[in-house]
């Protein structure tokens, strides 16, 4: 986003289903909270609210009603992490779904949301973290709009490497799309990121498939690091809880086994850090 905030925006975002969006947008924020010691808010972007429901949120007001308004009717709720605020996800978040062609600027409902806020989310917040459906509506487009940084993850498979390599093209039309009204500047300045999820591994060696997406990814620029493919990802969204809470929970003699893991993960998670300096 091309206005200097107080806070920065990292969203989580890939055209492609089931890549782990959800899981590092979670992981990410509860990380950030507790390692750097800041207050976060997150935003639910997409229609499925498996965010809001990780974080256990009941809220009337949703996302939707934020883009229906054009940013008048909105609602923050605080989630069971003191650290944590939420705007909650709504089944009825797509473009038809708020009309969002009747909006006066259909790019930017959300970045007038944030210039109209900007005194009270500054002194609130240090982060803003979005979680988004895997399209290229234009209500997804907003989220992106106000990203400092998109974190695509992506799975080892064709299709995600496909959503990757055509991230660029989407990023430019919001770039054309989402533009100041007076100045015709666009509002975009964003840094991209990649992260490989779901990498398999057999002892020590990575599997073929997995190897061979790795070689197609690991030496972009963009590339921040690689995720195991572990169950306790899978623990993370059913309990609500990060991977370094479930680990902290655990005895002493099976978090060992655990450190390479959270050290990988807190590893690509500061690289994202030090990209918003
Ligand atoms: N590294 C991993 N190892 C094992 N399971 C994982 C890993 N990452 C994610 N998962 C699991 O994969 C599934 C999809 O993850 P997640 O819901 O975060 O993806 P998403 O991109 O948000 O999906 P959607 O497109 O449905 O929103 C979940 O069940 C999650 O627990
Ligand atoms: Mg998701």
């Known amino acids: 986003m091309s206005v200097e905030n107080g806070f920065k925006t990292v969203t989580f ?52 009603d934020l883009f229906k308004s054009d940013g008048e009717d909105f609602a923050i709720y605080p989630t069971s992490d003191p650290r944590i605020d939420i705007i909650v996800g709504d089944s009825d978040f797509t473009d038809e779904g708020v009309n969002i062609r009747g909006a006066s600027s259909p790019y930017l409902v959300l970045f007038t949301w944030y210039s109209m806020n900007y005194q009270m989310l500054s002194e609130k917040y240090d982060l803003i973290v979005i979680d988004t459906h895997n399209d290229t509506s234009i209500v997804t487009s907003n989220l992106i709009a106000v990203s400092d940084i998109v974190v695509s993850v992506t799975t080892p498979d ?52 997995s190897k061979e997406f790795l070689s197609l990814v690991e030496n972009d620029e963009h590339f921040l690091g690689l995720i195991p493919n572990r169950p306790i990802f899978v623990s993370t969204l059913l309990e609500g809880k990060s991977i370094f809470e479930l680990v902290d929970e655990m005895p ?14 807190r590893g690509i998670y500061a690289k994202i850090n030090a990209m918003l300096e």
Do not use: C, M
Request: hydrophobic fraction near 35%; charged fraction near 20%.
């Open 13 to 64: 975002y890939i055209d492609k289903g089931g890549s782990a969006k959800t899981t590092n947008t979670f992981n990410y924020v509860k990380d950030a909270v507790s390692t750097r010691n800041i207050k976060a808010l997150v935003i639910d972007g997409d229609r499925s609210r498996n965010l809001t429901n990780v974080f256990g949120v009941n809220g009337d007001k949703t996302i939707a």
């Open 252 to 265: 002493i003699h099976k978090q060992q086994k655990y450190q390479n893991l959270l050290a990988g993960v």
């Open 158 to 209: 064709g299709p995600s490497f496909t959503a990757w390599r055509n991230l660029p093209e989407f990023i430019e039309k919001v770039k054309t799309k989402a533009r100041n009204p007076f100045t015709k500047e666009t509002v975009v300045d964003l840094k991209l990121g990649l992260i490989a999820n779901n990498i398999i591994f057999y002892g020590n060696n990575v599997s073929a498939p």
